[in-house]
């Protein structure tokens, strides 16, 4: 069985992807590529949540001491 690099799949667009349509036009190995496609982007959106959140609590603190404060 020949792997398949991710190289040879065109960079398709992830937003709209029908489950039902990748199994028709894709074969196993390519769907795994896919897969692995989809949870990269999902990590890294989930970093870059993580992120925002943790520059965005201590200044939710602070406003909540000023409100305190007044």
């Known amino acids: 069985m020949s792997k398949i690099s991710s190289g ?40 870059e949540l993580r992120l925002m959140v943790g520059y965005v609590e201590p200044k939710l603190f602070t406003v909540s001491i000023i409100q305190d404060v007044k």
């Open 8 to 47: 040879s799949l065109p960079n398709m667009p992830i937003d709209n992807m029908d489950p039902d349509e990748l199994f028709v036009k894709h074969n196993i190995s390519e769907i795994k590529i896919i897969q692995q496609r989809l949870r990269a982007d999902a990590d890294a959106k989930q970093e």
